[in-house]
Structure formats: structure tokens, C-alpha cells
């Protein structure tokens, strides 16, 4: 790791105690989630829990002029088998924010809490793998927002460029969706402020509990490419 061995050249002539220190805080870092520079061989793979703010940008939108372009914060969990997704709009409108949960029971819930409003939806995929970049086609190296990324796409679904250090998502573009998702923050391991995040409204249709992780559905789901 480059930051590890300038830090371990500084600290040559130092006490045996001071670099034993620091080994250790590396190693926490390490257990963390922090990560050395990025491969060009094989595409990033996710934390296991995270939530990321996004700026979401349309492409017939890209200077926010027209009231489409909102904030997006995501959670991420793979252990707990969910994907929480909710958008909040330039615009103000009487539904307010969109929540998006995705659970790996197959079952999507789009909602709006403001209105109480639901649609469900039964997607066969579940939620990402944290390896769904898997096969993607490396699109060299580029500078973004003043950092330096990789970049990759795949299966004409998405372009995606990643810190080439720490490998954090700096920026994704959804081919059909036809908007671009520019990362404000990136918080690993973080997990949802309250239980109930992980469960569907009452008020929605198939409504149904969180998914048990030693179901047969998490394990259907851990085959899917």
C-alpha cells in the first residue's frame, strides 16, 4: 500500500512502540473498508453496508434548469438484504420525496411517505451483489470533478467511474435512464438511522417483513449474475 510505506518510512527512526501503533491503526483501517489504489484488472466490488449522497443530473438536464435534477441517498446493506433509495426533487411537489426499497426477497416498493402512496413491484434479480460490476469492460483512466477515476461499463447499462485510490464511486451514468448520479458523500458501514427503514409501509400492496438471510430467497438471489 503506497500510503502505508511512506508512512512506515517516515516513522524508520522512530520508537518500536509508535510504528507497532500504526500497524495496528492500518489494519483497523483495512478491517474498515479503506482500501489501497483501485485495479484496472477487476471492476470495484461494494462494502457490505453503505450509504452514499448522490446528485442525480438528467441528461436533458445538466445544469438543473429545469427543475428535474434531485438528491439521492442511498443505503446499502447486503448482509441485511436491502437497497433504500430515496429522491428528493429540486422541484417541490405534493408527493414529496420517493422512497425506493429494494429487498432480496425480489420485492421493490415504490412509496411516497408524504401521500401514503405505493406501487409494488417483483423484480427476479433482488438487490446488486456487491460484485455486479463483475465482467464489465474497463474504459481506461480519466480525470472527473478534479479527481482521477477508472471507468467502467457494462452491458450497455451504465458507465461507472471510481476513485482511482480508494476505489469509492465518484460518478455513475445509467444508459436508459439517461442520468448521471455525481457522488457528494460516501459513508462506509454506515447503516440506516432506524429498524423500520427496512420494512415496507403498511400501506403498501404485498406488503411484507424484511427477508430473513438464511431463506431460500437469499439464496437464489447469491446466484444471480
Known amino acids: 500500500l503506497k500510503w502505508a510505506q511512506v508512512l512506515w518510512q517516515m516513522l524508520a527512526h522512530e520508537g518500536r512502540a509508535l510504528r507497532r501503533y500504526v500497524v495496528v491503526a492500518a489494519?483497523?483501517?483495512?478491517?474498515?473498508?479503506?482500501?489501497?489504489?483501485?485495479?484496472t484488472r477487476t471492476p470495484p466490488i461494494w462494502p457490505r453496508r453503505f450509504r452514499i449522497l448522490q446528485r442525480k443530473v438528467p441528461d436533458g438536464d445538466p445544469f438543473c434548469q429545469k427543475g428535474t435534477c434531485s438528491n439521492v441517498t442511498t443505503y446499502y446493506d447486503w448482509e441485511k438484504q436491502f437497497n433504500l433509495i430515496i429522491d428528493h426533487p429540486d422541484t417541490p411537489s405534493k408527493d414529496g420525496a420517493l422512497w425506493d426499497l429494494e429487498l432480496g426477497n425480489h420485492h421493490s416498493y415504490y412509496f411516497h411517505p408524504t401521500t401514503q402512496t405505493c406501487k409494488f413491484l417483483n423484480f427476479s434479480v433482488g438487490i446488486l451483489?456487491?460484485?455486479?460490476?463483475?465482467?464489465a469492460t474497463f474504459m481506461g483512466r480519466s480525470q472527473l470533478f478534479g479527481r482521477s477515476v477508472l471507468g467502467w461499463t457494462k452491458a450497455d447499462f451504465i458507465?461507472?467511474?471510481?476513485?482511482?485510490?480508494?476505489?469509492?464511486?465518484?460518478?455513475?451514468?445509467?444508459?436508459?435512464?439517461?442520468?448521471?448520479?455525481?457522488?457528494?458523500g460516501f459513508y462506509n458501514s454506515e447503516a440506516v438511522p432506524d429498524a423500520s427503514f427496512l420494512e415496507a409501509p403498511?400501506?403498501?400492496?404485498?406488503?411484507?417483513?424484511?427477508?430473513d438471510t438464511s431463506s431460500s430467497a437469499f439464496s437464489t438471489l447469491s446466484t444471480v449474475v
Open 27 to 39: 489494519l483497523l483501517l483495512l478491517q474498515h473498508g479503506v482500501t489501497s489504489s483501485c485495479s
Open 129 to 135: 451483489r456487491r460484485d455486479w460490476l463483475d465482467n
Open 159 to 184: 458507465d461507472y467511474y471510481a476513485d482511482a485510490e480508494d476505489c469509492t464511486p465518484v460518478v455513475w451514468h445509467f444508459h436508459s435512464m439517461k442520468a448521471s448520479f455525481k457522488t457528494l
Open 202 to 211: 403498511a400501506y403498501c400492496p404485498n406488503h411484507t417483513q424484511h427477508l
